[in-house]
């Protein structure tokens, strides 16, 4: 008698257990994966691929099929720093083609010159990839696009790193700094928006040699 009391007792459990409404947390969620960081990582990679390649181990031709112009209107003002200057008879205002680079000062950088300047701006490696933050004082002329490609560059033993602004696939400015590593440069930017560290900068440098 005992016995099939128990066993009624545990069927009728399992009938309210199986009635019962299904919680949220009950729900296994499956095929759903957030994106990861690596993931992140991965894709800014692919984007700046081309210019590595090219950067460091493609032609003259490679390189300058990486580079962006920017169209600006020249004006003949005084100072450092200002918008590219006219051309002898050619109008103030007028729109020029030029690539803008930052060092001690502001220069441009016009297409028939693009592969001297190139050829004169060998990059060594390739040490650390950064999210740029925006500097709202910044000449509209020199744009500063969305990542810094940190590369390391010597000469009579004096390092002088160069960075190149990337946007949308392309390099949009070079800044060039003298004397200073790129250790220190890269000192200055926020841990937060360092993408590439120099340990993975490194791997990748190499991959491409």
Same mark, same amino acid.
Request: glycine share 6%; aromatic share 8%; with cysteine.
């Given at each position: ?96 083609? !030029?690539? #803008?680079?930052?060092?001690? $000062?502001?220069? =441009?950088? /016009?297409? @028939?010159?693009?592969?001297? *300047? ?13 999210? !740029?933050? #925006?500097?709202?004082?910044? $000449?509209?002329? =020199?744009? /500063?696009? @969305?990542?810094?490609?940190? *590369? ?13 602004? !990337? ?8 800044? =060039? ?33």
């Amino acid at each position: 008698m005992f016995t099939r009391m128990f066993i009624v007792m545990i069927v009728l459990l399992m009938l309210v257990s199986a009635c019962a409404p299904v919680r949220a947390t009950d729900v296994l969620e499956v095929g759903i994966e957030p994106a990861t960081e690596t993931n992140t990582n991965q894709a800014i990679k692919d984007e700046l691929q081309p210019i590595l390649d090219a950067m460091l181990g493609g032609s003259l031709d490679e390189q300058v099929a990486v580079i962006h112009y920017s169209q600006t209107a020249c004006a003949n003002v005084e100072g450092l720093g200002g918008p590219p200057p006219c051309s002898e008879g050619v109008a103030e205002g007028t729109e020029l083609e !030029v690539f #803008p680079t930052l060092g001690s $000062e502001g220069s =441009f950088i /016009e297409p @028939e010159n693009m592969h001297t *300047f190139l050829n004169n701006s060998i990059l060594k490696n390739l040490y650390a990839v950064y999210r !740029v933050t #925006p500097n709202p004082n910044i $000449e509209p002329y =020199f744009p /500063e696009g @969305e990542y810094a490609m940190l *590369f390391e560059r010597d000469m009579n033993d004096i390092s002088l790193p160069v960075v190149l602004r !990337v946007m949308d696939g392309k390099v949009v400015r070079m800044d =060039f700094s003298f004397g200073v590593s790129a250790a220190d440069l890269l000192k200055e930017v926020p841990v937060e928006n360092v993408l590439i560290t120099p340990q993975e900068a490194k791997a990748w440098t190499e991959s491409v040699r």
